[in-house]
């Protein structure tokens, strides 16, 4: 077993919300477990719904007046100082995540992208100009518009990326001038603070990034229902995402809501290819990425030596001690959920389909799997499976691996392994899905391209980058006279 660094001992981390540059405390705790072993490597307050309308009342009483110029510069420094960090950094997502060390140093390297981005993008003038000589009923003057900070963001993240999930929300919000109150998951809680520190530390004022944890059923609805609240940005369950867009009343939401996406591989694809991009696709992160390859819609002509591919580049895969550097992949985020992996396994196995590798757990560590021959029905293809597992499906032609596609109630993206233009152009025009990434995995993307997806993964709302700077406006026109 691989000892605990000596930096993340348990009595080291002892958080308390940051209110405002205050550390507030509450002797109910919330403890940090190491899925790998169960050991107890920190623990954040439970905040009370008092606690969380202070940090809005004060976000939504402050006013930033960052410059341009000095927002660019806090992020671009707070890149710097993760990167500077990055062992630190990534051995605590190793320790709360169970993500192997290689996906967690990846995920430094990731949110470095993000500030950086970010920071270019505050120095960019998003005004726009409009003429108003330009018909007879026009008159001499030019509109000018300009993007005005909201009261207050609340933003609410997942466990699945304890960093970069965060950096989606605070870079875009810090380009803004906006103040964000964060709620990170109860179970992945200790990074969001680390990084709250490296912002204050790269000049950020704390009224502008405030995080408080604690149990969701106590504090919920002052997430989304507090008067100061402009905005919810959330990433996480369909059931939790459709409650708050039932719940927040009179504000706006930007909802990413999980995916169940394909990885369509047509009669023409080349199969080392296809099956790079299915073991890459699905065993990354330990499957549980909402743009992982959940299904693997393979033409019948392939299927076979697709398999026969895929089971040898999954038996590859080392998996196992999440903070042994040689590991490829460590836990899922505890032994539940591993457990409903399994399960899910089990009842497409008893639904006919053939087991060809894997299946095996341990605590929080579920084996990389190979399932063939899955039926169309079968939760595990039907539902959104997080973990690491290679579903595959066969079809019979484009119409058939479009409907299959099409099948589920997510929308998010998907990857399609083919050269033929005709074929690109279908899918594109016809998946109901927010991305088609031709040979590709679904989830490529880079920091500040668009990212999200209609039906339950969401309200066709973007995030990335630039997207949520617009979604974190308000639009401000004014007029002068001209000319």
């Known amino acids: 077993m691989t000892a605990l660094p000596k930096a993340f001992e348990a009595d080291q981390r002892h958080e308390t919300l940051r209110i405002a540059g205050q550390r507030v405390d509450n002797p109910r705790r919330i403890a940090v477990h190491y899925p790998w072993d169960g050991r107890v490597v920190g623990s954040v307050p439970k905040a009370t719904p008092a606690d969380v309308a202070r940090a809005f009342e004060i976000a939504g009483g402050y006013r930033a007046t960052l410059s341009r110029h000095e927002r660019a510069s806090i992020l671009q ?48 003038d998003d005004g726009q100009i409009f003429s108003c000589d330009i018909s007879p009923h026009g008159k001499k003057r030019r509109i000018y518009t300009q993007r005005d900070p909201l009261r207050a963001i609340s933003a609410i993240t997942p466990f699945n990326h304890p960093l970069n999930q965060v950096a989606h929300k605070i870079a875009p919000s810090i380009a803004t001038n906006n103040k964000m109150v964060l709620k990170p998951s109860e179970k992945t809680p200790l990074t969001a603070f680390l990084l709250a520190d490296v912002l204050y530390e790269a000049g950020l ?184 597992v290679s579903p595959i499906l066969r079809f019979r032609d484009i119409d058939d691996a479009i409907r299959l596609s099409n099948s589920t109630a997510y929308g998010l993206s998907s990857g399609v392994v083919t050269n033929r233009l005709d074929y690109i152009t279908r899918f594109v025009q016809e998946l109901n899905v927010g991305t088609v990434n031709v040979r590709e995995v679904p989830g490529y993307r880079i920091e500040s391209s668009p990212f999200g997806g209609i039906k339950d993964s969401g309200l066709g709302y973007k995030e990335g980058v630039l997207e949520a700077m617009k979604a974190f406006t308000n639009v401000k026109t004014y007029s002068l006279p001209w000319g």
Not at 212 to 241: H, M, N, Q, W, Y
Not at 263 to 291: F, H, P
């Open 205 to 388: 004022p704390p009224e502008m990034f405030q995080v408080v944890t604690g149990d969701p059923r106590e504090i919920g609805d002052a997430l989304v229902k507090c008067p100061e609240i402009d905005l919810v940005t959330f990433t996480g369950g369909v059931r939790v995402g459709k409650w708050i867009a039932d719940n927040l009343g009179y504000r706006r939401c930007v909802l990413e809501l999980g995916g169940n996406d394909p990885l369509i591989v047509m009669e023409d694809a080349d199969l080392e290819e296809a099956t790079n991009l299915a073991a890459a696709g699905s065993y990354k992160n330990s499957g549980q990425r909402c743009t992982a390859v959940k299904r693997m819609l393979v033409h019948e002509s392939l299927a076979e030596a697709f398999a026969e591919r895929l089971v040898a580049k999954t038996l590859a895969v080392k998996y196992g001690d999440p903070m042994d550097p040689a590991t490829d992949m460590g836990t899922v985020i505890d032994e539940e959920a591993a457990i409903r992996i399994e399960e899910r396994v089990t009842d497409a196995i008893g639904r006919g389909a053939r087991l060809l590798c894997g299946h095996e757990r341990r605590g929080a560590l579920y084996a990389p799997t190979v399932v063939d021959g899955v039926p169309r029905e079968a939760p595990l293809v039907m539902e959104e499976t997080f973990g690491p």
């Open 77 to 124: 420094r707070a890149a710097r100082l993760l990167v500077e960090r990055t062992a630190e950094v990534s051995d605590l997502i190793t320790l709360e995540s169970g993500l192997s060390k290689k996906d967690s140093v990846y995920e430094v390297g990731r949110a470095h992208d993000v500030f950086m981005l970010a920071g270019q993008a505050a120095l960019n």
